[in-house]
């Protein structure tokens, strides 16, 4: 199997949160948990013009996030145990049993990947739906999309299809761990490290 990744259209998004809530529900997750996340990143302002009328610039998109199984992943490599890991097909993955819930993953993953799950006392997330994909589907995140922003398809064939554009803010730059990800910016997209806007639901995410 080779190496996918997620592909992302900003320009279709509405921030629905299906996607999360779809996640959510087949991997039964509380509310402390969450694989999949909806940024929400805005700017602008009210202008008022010589002539006393008042325009704006104001505008919104969203990111739809989760693991993006990179090709560097840093939470493999803070891993003390090995428990965070690449498999043979590309996957980033938790290995239970060697686990000791020390966060040292989820410190270091720029995409806030890794969670700690208190029931399990141990870290989680985003598998890529691996059992699913090995039957020939799709995650259950890109399956439930309505407006169909997400996809979930070997790396190469997105990066020829969409291109090779991988972040926007409020995501870093893709050079840090280089994530299987693909992303249609919004005509409004910011570019990673972009400092006139801000995540307008930093509390949610």
Known sequence: ME??????????????KTCELACKDYKDLDTEVNFRRIYE???????????????QDIF??????????????VCS???????????????VLVDDAKCIGCR???????????????KKGLMT????????????????CVDACPLRA???????????????QASIAPLPPADFTKPNLVVKPNKNARPSGDKTGFLANAREV
């Not at 990744?5 to 900003?10: I, K, Q």
């Not at 805005?42 to 013009?49: E, P, R």
């Not at 919104?60 to 992943?73: A, L, Q, R």
């Open 3 to 16: 190496q996918y990744g997620f592909y992302f259209d900003s320009e279709r998004c509405t921030g629905c």
């Open 41 to 55: 990143y805005a700017s602008g302002n009210w202008i008022q013009d010589n002539h006393g009328c008042w325009n």
């Open 60 to 73: 919104t998109y969203y990111m739809s996030i989760s693991c993006n199984h990179c090709d560097d992943p």
């Open 77 to 91: 490599k803070v891993c003390p145990t090995g428990a965070m890991h690449k498999n043979a097909e590309g996957f």
């Open 104 to 118: 040292y993953c989820s410190m270091a993953c720029p995409y806030d990947a890794p969670q700690f799950d208190v």
């Open 125 to 140: 997330k985003c598998d890529g739906c691996y059992s699913r994909v090995k039957e020939g589907n799709k995650p259950i």
């Open 150 to 164: 997400l996809d979930f398809a070997p790396v190469t064939e997105l990066r020829k299809k969409y291109g090779e």
